[in-house]
């Protein structure tokens, strides 16, 4: 399986942006997906994650009321916004089908991996 993140770029604090994952696969719907994000220095963290059916979803506490995730039969999206510099981090999006609910926050329970993509929010 191989994901392809997108949508990453430039933007000033408190504007928006709109990240999508997609799938080399027939039905990406089988597939449990996360968002995690890893600044500089820092260690990757857990941003939001939605299941196969879309109906369990979660987000970080950090993002909570500014980001959303979302899915469609081929893409899972996630809607920034009021960006804030401390958002600024390579974005990584994860897959897996077999995840259960109650590990979706967890990046090593994912199987597979995009390339990342960069956002970066000046002040």
């Known amino acids: 399986v191989q994901l392809q993140a997108s949508g990453g770029g430039l933007v000033q604090a408190g504007g928006s942006l709109r990240l999508s994952c997609s799938a080399s696969?027939?039905?990406?719907?089988?597939?449990?997906v996360g968002w995690f994000r890893q600044a500089p220095g820092k260690e990757r963290e857990f941003v939001a994650a939605?299941?196969?059916?879309?109906?369990n979803i979660k987000h970080a506490d950090s993002v909570k009321g500014r980001f959303t995730i979302s899915r469609d039969k081929k893409t899972v999206s996630l809607q920034m916004n009021s960006l804030k510099p401390e958002d600024t981090a390579v974005y990584y999006c994860?897959?897996?089908?077999?995840?259960?609910?109650?590990?979706?926050?967890?990046?090593?329970?994912?199987?597979?991996w995009g390339q990342g993509t960069l956002v970066t929010v000046s002040s």
């Open positions: 994860a897959a897996d089908s077999s995840l259960i609910t109650s590990s979706i926050r967890r990046a090593d329970q994912y199987d597979y």
């Open positions: 696969v027939p039905i990406f719907t089988d597939y449990a």
């Open positions: 939605i299941s196969r059916t879309g109906r």
